[in-house]
């Protein structure tokens, strides 16, 4: 049996990958305004990013990653300092979209950490208001069709609905007003 030396994506008539440039700061600076271009993103995504792109061609050139540390940093305070990457418009614009789209304040916080947002900005962001949150909620069971806005046995469900706002970031007392109260007036004028 003979076998075919060439790499899989080459024996199926598809063409290999590029190898990846080396390092330089024009490399980078030109990858960093490539992203963010493309993407909003904090100070930490696009170190993230970077970071990714300076490993995968060390490995493939034989580097070390740490001698682009410094190139790295300087990049991404670059960035910073022209304003292209400004974490507080970042996080305050994350997390009105997700506020939009039924988020809790512990879901869009849980987010923006997850995206490198600093605590204190994180903070500032989430914060609900009550009416807020009882808002999102209702918008959330709305959209995964939860409580009133159901199309089964809302009691035999209301378990399920509970977990599922819960899971969503919401607390017991709005995930019951949501699904117990709220909403039965939109229901029935509907």
């Not at 024996?11 to 493309?38: F, N, V």
């Not at 709005?174 to 117990?180: E, G």
């Amino acid at each position: 049996m003979v076998v075919d030396p060439s790499p899989p994506a080459q024996r199926e008539g598809r063409p290999a990958r590029k190898p990846p440039r080396r390092i330089s700061a024009d490399y980078l600076q030109r990858a960093a305004m490539h992203y963010l271009e493309r993407y909003s993103a904090p100070a930490a995504q696009l170190r993230r990013v970077l970071q990714r792109k300076v490993i995968l061609s060390c490995r493939h050139h034989g580097d070390e990653p740490e001698r682009f540390a410094a190139m790295l940093d300087d990049v991404v305070a670059r960035c910073v300092s022209s304003g292209l990457v400004d974490d507080r418009r970042f996080a305050e614009a994350r997390a009105a979209s997700l506020r939009r789209r039924g988020g809790s304040a512990r879901a869009i916080a849980a987010k923006l950490s997850a995206k490198g947002v600093e605590r204190g900005l994180v903070e500032e962001a989430s914060q609900n208001t009550a009416d807020q949150e009882l808002a999102a909620a209702q918008l959330a069971a709305r959209r995964k069709r939860l409580g009133p806005w159901s199309r089964g046995d809302r009691a035999a469900d209301r378990q399920k609905h509970l977990a599922a706002l819960a899971r969503a970031g919401f607390s017991m007392t709005v995930a019951r007003a949501v699904i117990d109260d709220a909403g039965e007036d939109e229901a029935s004028a509907e």
